[in-house]
């Protein structure tokens, strides 16, 4: 990172929304945007540079030090920071467990559906008027297609539970029963969130345990899921470039959802 720059200055047109280890994503001559929103802050200053001919931001999910829990993150700043810098389509790679014996750690999915287990995140920007989002589909499949490569596993339900504690064996033995096939904790209110600002969004998990459901011996332990997402965060970062690479410009279609309805906010 080789300076600091107002928002102003720095557009980006494709956004990560990771963890820490993408510092080091950019190309010379990245810079350091602070921005702040009606929402309070974001989970840390935005990195905007280029990566693969194109401009990027970058977001720490969980704050330049990983000081924010999965339920204390600031979705709703994150998002709309985001979108103050011309961002239109998000890729969010995550850590992801495991529900199923076909996947073990290391496997990367880019899920085409989503389950919301979590409780008392605010999940809409619109808090007022008759605004309700179109969500069936809530990948963009522009950036699911975009993020899919020889290897990766193409579609997948994503469950996400509020945390920050582990689900327990009962939990993770009803979701895998429900043919859901990853649970994580950060995978939502971000999607829906995205989803109101027009912005396309496609999570790719990294598998890093099985759940406590299929898992026998003693459940999911924070430290072995940190290790094996270091184990994997290169071969993570790669799909990641080439993704962005194959990210479609211009608008898109699928994702515009407020075509003829008057918001109760203006969108930034
Ligand atoms: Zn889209």
Redesign the pocket.
Known sequence: MTATSSPGTSRADVAVIGGSGFYSFFDEGAAEVTIDTPYGAPSAPITVGDVEGRRVAFLPRHGAQHEFAPHTIPYRANLWALRMLGVRRVFAPCAAGSLTTDLGPGAMVVPDQLVDRTSGRTQTFFDGGGVHVQFADPY?A??RKAASRPGTVEDGVLVVVEGPRFSTRAESAWFARQGWTLVNMTGHPEAVLARELEM?YATIALVTDLDAGIEAGTGVRAVDVFAEFQRNLESLKTLVRSAIAAAPEGP?E??RVHEGVTLPIELP
């Open positions: 963009c522009d950036l396309c898109c699928a994702c």
